[in-house]
């Protein structure tokens, strides 16, 4: 079984500019979750989607970010015009319909933002 | 909202030392509580759970964890470190069905 899958792992990007980071859910699973950890600190909810559905994002800010889980494919998390607070590790997570409680997270997106 | 406070930031031990992280959470009722580990490199493990029973867990690797409700505390415990237990151990508590809150984690390095 292949665990949840985040890409791409690592990602620079200057000041300005687009991030994209994408997460495919464990098998089964049709609950994705978004974190981040800034430096120092644990990890703070984002958001929370089902297949074409933002269920919970207040933990989203309120500027630039937007995430979606489209009925194909997998989440996006979407920072525009990033600055240097954006570099974080993004971590996904997944869950099963059944058990939203436990969640199972994927390896991370390291941002960096120069 | 559920908050979550992890007592020690890093914690240096040798190897066959015990080990215990402290964990406390805010709120009084039901309540669910996890420890995830973090190994180098690698994605966030769940390493053991507690929804309700037995307040001692048992977890994967020798971990396990103790749930005091009168103390708001769920500490975990290894009797003996390993080296392959460097990592960063999080604990967390669900702020409702899903959103978890994670506390600041501990480190831990355990020398040869």
């Known amino acids: 079984n292949a665990g949840v899958m985040q890409n791409p792992r690592h990602l620079v990007r200057r000041r300005g500019q687009e991030a994209r980071l994408r997460c495919s859910p464990m098998?089964?699973?049709?609950?994705v979750y978004w974190y981040r950890q800034l430096p120092e600190e644990g990890l703070k909810f984002m958001v929370y989607l089902q297949k074409e559905n933002i269920i919970d994002e207040s933990g989203m800010p309120k500027e630039r970010f937007s995430a979606e889980f489209p009925k194909e494919g997998p989440s996006i998390l979407r920072i525009q015009q990033v600055v240097r607070g954006d570099s974080a590790a993004y971590f996904c997570?997944?869950?099963?319909?059944?058990?939203?409680?436990?969640?199972?997270f994927g390896p991370g997106t390291r941002l960096l933002v120069l | 909202a559920q908050s979550v406070s992890q007592h020690n930031h890093h914690v240096i031990l040798s190897e066959a030392a015990s080990l215990e992280l402290g964990c406390n959470y805010s709120y009084g009722g039901t309540v669910n509580l996890f420890w995830y580990v973090q190994y180098p490199g690698q994605h966030l493990q769940l390493l053991l759970k507690?929804?309700?029973?037995?307040?001692l867990v048992k977890g994967i690797k020798g971990f396990e964890a103790e749930f005091i409700k009168s103390k708001f505390s769920f500490n975990l415990r290894k009797p003996s470190v390993q080296w392959s237990d460097t990592a960063e151990y999080f604990c967390a508590v669900p702020s409702n069905d899903y959103k978890l809150s994670f506390g600041a984690g501990t480190t831990v390095t355990v020398r040869a």
């Open positions: 997570a997944s869950s099963p319909p059944a058990g939203p409680e436990t969640q199972y």
């Open positions: 098998k089964g699973h049709s609950h």
């Open positions: 507690y929804f309700s029973g037995d307040p």
